[in-house]
């Protein structure tokens, strides 16, 4: 496994990599739910890429950028394991030339849900991607369904700029109380970690509503709502019942449709998603 943090190092090495590569970018703090892209690029690819990169960019002011937990070591330790071929590593200046100031802003899809709640986040998110997919030049890019809608906006984003690479979504991989795995959940003391279960337990009521034959958005969304306002420590910043792929918002749940929410446990905001149908 080579580590390299410079883009003229990760040039030199990228243009001897056996093809097809396949690429898992990452803001490290590395689990479960990170290994499974690599295992799945891993298995379709002849060459697998990782990135640990904290993007600043797509953190608000207000936001954790300088709390985000890091651990470089271990996280090389654990891809190292996996086989991974490269590890990109770049400081903040690598990424972000001094005086840096073009980007990348994906319309419609980036404003709602997370993009309404954390303005600027995606034309971060964007822009670090479309910078990362030009240094590695991946032919597949592996997403995680548990940012449901970053992988809408990177879908998009890779077709509007005919980027040549396929896009690959990953399921999302839980704990056994079904809590979506997260670096975030790191900051969750055992009181709350208990709570975060909700999250999960919302989007199960919802399936089960659905299946039950309730078609009705605003019923999902209040009894999700109802559910989740048990918890003392929760407290929601959305709950939506959305078209899969445009994320209007329904009245009548069709599937594929999104349920997606944002809820923050004492501090810690976390974001979990299914779809339904
Ligand atoms: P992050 O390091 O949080 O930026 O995540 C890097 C990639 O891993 C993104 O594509 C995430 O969607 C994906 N990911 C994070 N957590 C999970 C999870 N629990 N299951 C599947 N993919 C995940």
Redesign the pocket.
């Known amino acids: 496994m080579k580590v390299v943090e410079t883009a003229a190092d990760l040039k030199k090495l990228r243009d001897k990599l056996p093809g097809p590569v396949g690429f898992v970018?990452?803001?490290?703090y590395l689990h479960e739910?990170?290994l499974?892209?690599v295992r799945q690029a891993k298995s379709e690819n002849a060459s697998v890429a990782v990135s640990i990169f904290v993007n600043p960019t797509q953190f608000g002011p207000h936001e954790d950028f300088r709390q985000y937990p890091r651990d470089p070591k271990r996280d090389l330790a654990l891809l190292e394991v996996e086989g991974t071929d490269v590890v990109f590593m770049p400081p903040v200046e690598e990424i972000y030339h001094p005086g840096f100031n073009s980007w990348v802003e994906v319309g419609r899809l980036a404003r709602r849900l997370e993009g309404a709640s954390r303005p600027g986040h995606f034309r971060g998110v964007a822009t670090v991607v479309a910078r990362l997919f030009d240094l590695v030049k991946p032919d597949r890019a592996y997403?995680?369904?548990?940012?449901a809608q970053?992988l809408l906006v990177i879908k998009k984003m890779a077709a509007d700029l005919d980027m040549k690479l396929e896009v690959v979504a990953?399921p999302?991989?839980r704990e056994p109380d079904g809590l979506?795995?997260?670096?975030r959940n790191t900051y969750l003391n055992p009181e709350e970690r208990k709570q975060a279960a909700v999250l999960y337990q919302a989007l199960t009521l919802a399936q089960e509503l659905y299946n039950d034959g309730e078609k009705d958005a605003g019923a999902i969304r209040r009894q999700m709502t109802a559910l989740i306002q048990k918890q003392p420590l929760a407290d929601i910043d959305y709950i939506s019942v959305a078209h899969a792929e445009t994320l209007e918002e329904l009245n009548e749940v069709k599937p594929p449709a999104l349920v997606s929410m944002a809820v923050r446990i004492g501090k810690t905001r976390l974001i979990d998603n299914v779809v339904v149908g």
């Not at 997403?143 to 940012?147: I, N």
């Open positions: 970018p990452t803001m490290g739910g990170h499974v892209l997403f995680g369904q548990k940012d970053q990953v999302t991989v979506a795995m997260s670096s």
